[in-house]
């Protein structure tokens, strides 16, 4: 069984920092992307930042230079460094893997972490 745990939301002021951290676990043979996606109140989820097995990086146009991912391969974790926070990225952040092979000759399946709280106040 392959388990998704987040850690690193929590309060913050404007213009303050937080990394969030999400660690795959299980017998996992290869994880193709894994990605950020946030939730407000009232709104859908949204993709935050996605970064494939070979490290090329997709970001919402909204975080753009203030957001930077990445993420350790031999600890199937992913990083998610969220500088200049606005009270606009309160929200609950959850983690993504997709296609995570535990067979091979697989194609894989996609996991979600439990979620985090991020709120930044102003």
């Known amino acids: 069984q392959v388990q998704l745990v987040e850690s690193g939301g929590g309060l913050v002021q404007a213009g303050g920092s937080l990394r969030l951290s999400c660690a795959a676990s299980g017998s996992i043979l290869s994880i193709n992307a894994m990605g950020w996606y946030r939730q407000a109140p009232g709104k859908q989820r949204e993709l935050v930042a996605i970064i494939t097995s070979g490290g090329t990086a997709t970001y919402a146009d909204s975080v753009k230079g203030r957001f930077t991912i990445s993420r350790d391969n031999t600890k199937n974790t992913v990083y998610l460094q969220m500088n200049s926070l606005k009270p606009e990225d309160t929200a609950v952040y959850y983690c993504?893997?997709?296609?995570?092979?535990?067979?091979?000759?697989?194609?894989?399946?996609?996991?979600w972490g439990q979620g985090t709280q991020v709120t930044v106040s102003s």
């Open positions: 993504k893997a997709e296609r995570v092979r535990v067979r091979p000759s697989t194609l894989g399946d996609n996991y």
